[in-house]
């Protein structure tokens, strides 16, 4: 079993930033994905950035050159640095985690609770 934990999520004014985290423990998992989604209300959930083991990020066309994707393989933790914060990137914001178990190298992917990220305008 992996845990994942977010935390970072907050009450902004437009054009301001935030700084969320994403921890994951799970001693019989390898790491390897780590993503970001949201969700807005009344919306499906989509891909906001991703990073893989080796640290080539990707990003959705909305976020890119405002959102920064960053990730500490020792910690196995990873971090959504968003600026330029506008309305629309209002959402509750979950980390995805995907992993292999050591010893029936099957693949599992777990999400966090979520955290709210609300942009005033």
């Known amino acids: 079993q992996v845990q994942v934990v977010e935390s970072g999520g907050g009450l902004v004014p437009a054009g301001g930033s935030l700084r969320l985290s994403c921890a994951a423990s799970?001693?019989?998992?390898?790491?390897?994905?780590m993503d970001w989604y949201r969700q807005a209300p009344g919306k499906q959930r989509e891909l906001v950035a991703a990073?893989?083991?080796?640290?080539?990020?990707n990003y959705a066309d909305s976020v890119k050159g405002r959102f920064t994707i960053s990730r500490d393989n020792a910690k196995n933790t990873v971090y959504l640095q968003m600026n330029s914060l506008k309305p629309e990137d209002t959402a509750v914001y979950y980390c995805?985690?995907?992993?292999?178990?050591?010893?029936?190298?099957?693949?599992?992917?777990?999400w966090g609770q979520g955290t709210q990220v609300t942009v005033s305008s």
């Open positions: 799970g001693s019989a998992f390898n790491i390897y994905a």
């Open positions: 990073i893989s083991t080796g640290g080539n990020p």
């Open positions: 995805n985690v995907k992993g292999v178990h050591v010893l029936t190298s099957k693949t599992h992917d777990y």
